[in-house]
């Protein structure tokens, strides 16, 4: 029997409404620059203070929060603990493989991630798709930064002094598509960061198209670009379908990340 596909939001259904409030809670004092009250969390997220008081009490009891002056809280020392025992190696590489595969899955299209390394666009995970005809590439694999949706995600999000020299250099036409004017480059990387997510009209190579969204980390650092390449010609409808399962996975991954924004 073949393996059941699950989109990326498979899981949601089968969460614990007290538990998300209870990290929605979390994650709300942890962005608060002082400790919150009971009716500050209360306002915050909407909830009833008496649902907000009992569980600041839970998780105080669990030493996930702790009582700051002013019948306040903060976080707790379990936090701390809990944080030290994260494995080394934990990192974007490893949150993102599941989610690549989810979207990988759910399209039938490959999945990839990848890095700014220099001056280049390097792919360090890759979920493949069942499909016979997806795109593939490899790991290790490095792209220019003016060619392909997830180089110029990343570029979209370089320090300007480091865009700027690398607009500086000569950008080669790989095909008919490729942007060589650093002036047309420029508005489209503004554009990318503008809407949340990047598209290669067979700019690398010819007949191959992606979309790529980035990955941020707690810092709101883009760390990562999340892309899905596919064969030229697709419908509108599945294009669009694309942009949101992709914006969506670098959301998840992004959040795993501890990023705060909203996707």
Known sequence: MAPVKRSVDALA??????????????????????????????????????????????????????????????????????????????????????VLEGVAGELGLSAKLSVLDGASALVVAIAMAPGAYAVTTQVGRRFPLHAGAASKMLAAYMPLGELECA??????????????DAVVLRAELAEARRCGWARDR??????VGAIAAPVFD???????????????????DMIERIIAAVRRAAGIVSRSLGHAGAF
């Open 13 to 98: 259904e089968h969460r614990i409404p007290a538990i998300d409030r209870a990290v929605a809670v979390l994650e709300q004092i942890e962005r608060s620059a002082q400790p919150l009250s009971i009716r500050e969390v209360s306002a915050a997220l909407s909830i009833p203070r008496s649902t907000a008081y009992r569980i600041l009490n839970s998780l105080e009891a669990g030493g996930l929060l702790a009582r700051a002056p002013g019948a306040a809280y903060r976080l707790g020392p379990a936090i701390l603990r809990m944080a030290r025992m994260v494995p080394r190696g934990f990192d974007v590489v490893t949150l993102a493989r599941p």
């Open 202 to 207: 067979g700019e690398h190579d010819d007949g």
């Open 167 to 180: 607009l500086a250099a000569p950008l080669p036409r790989l095909t008919a598509a490729t942007l060589t």
């Open 218 to 236: 707690a810092e709101d650092a883009c760390v990562a670009a999340l892309s899905v390449p596919f064969v030229a010609g697709l419908q509108a």
